[in-house]
């Protein structure tokens, strides 16, 4: 019996810090909610057993999974504000100082849906938190084609600041990914693009924190496309992602997840009473 108990109390209170995390970071950008599912214990259990003649034995916490459900997009204004809209995940790169080492299968860039970007001293693009954007470099004006993309073609976006004599007058990015600037009285030209990544098996990607994930050879293929492409999402500029934490959902779950872990601890009482009676 106290192993029943027990076991009710901690898959309420795993329930419970998954819910006070997704409350947390309701606010946060990119951020996807995750939920936690469980399942009984079980003795005699067989192929042909009959479920209501089994005798329970306490309830286990099986794994985690990640809602990839749609943000809210909160409209920031910004040139460079970038919102995926769909399927897929903008990559970045760690700056040199704060390299990780990787583990077998794991690739040498992390992804996220968080595209508040801006630009750095020496015109690279880079997110939130200073990291790289990868992308595809424009040569001449023109950016690789669809089926020449792969993860090595990737590299640091880096709007040429410094190149030009002229100052940089307008920036913005496209739908379908290319950046476009334009330098003094100049005409716009398309500096890169933003491709995006997508993966057969996304609720295994490492999560890393601040709306960064880290891919892992349990994600699954990995593909990388152009923005409004066949699969891929859309972009929309001046606006980012929000969370897609329902805050109602979370409190109602957590009411729930309360109330089991209270008729639990009422439980646990009742057969430590139980125990002193029969002891005496």
Do not use: C, W
């Amino acid at each position: 019996m106290f192993s029943i108990i027990k076991s009710g109390m901690d898959t309420a209170m795993q329930e419970l810090s998954m819910i006070s995390n997704n409350i947390s970071n309701s606010n946060s950008i990119g951020y996807k909610k995750s939920s936690v599912s469980f399942s009984e214990f079980y003795i005699g259990r067989t192929v042909g057993g009959v479920e209501r003649a089994l005798v329970g034995l306490g309830a286990n916490a099986e794994h985690t999974r990640r809602s990839d459900a749609q943000g809210a997009l909160i409209e920031m204004g910004g040139a460079l504000d970038t919102a995926i809209v769909g399927n897929g995940y903008f990559m970045t790169e760690r700056p040199a100082d704060a390299e990780v080492e990787l583990a077998e299968g794991e690739l040498g860039f992390q992804v996220t849906r968080n595209g508040a970007f801006s630009l750095d001293s020496e015109g690279f693009l880079v997110s939130q938190d200073g990291d790289f954007v990868l992308g595809l470099p424009a040569v001449a004006g023109v950016t690789a084609k669809l089926e020449e993309l792969d993860a090595t073609a990737l590299e640091k976006i880096q709007v040429p600041i410094e190149e030009s004599e002229e100052p940089l007058s307008s920036i913005r990015i496209e739908s379908n990914g290319n950046i476009i600037a334009a330098f003094g009285r100049g005409e716009d030209t398309v500096v890169g693009t933003i491709p995006l990544s997508i993966f057969s098996n996304p609720n295994s990607l490492k999560q890393l924190g601040d709306g960064k994930y880290l891919p892992t050879a349990l994600a699954g293929k990995f593909f990388v496309g152009i923005p409004n492409s066949s699969g891929f999402g859309n972009l929309e500029t001046g606006y980012v992602e929000g969370s897609n934490v329902d805050i109602t959902t979370e409190m109602t779950n957590m009411i729930r997840a309360q109330q089991q872990f209270n008729g639990s601890a009422r439980m646990m009482q009742t057969n430590s009473d139980m125990i002193e009676k029969m002891t005496r």
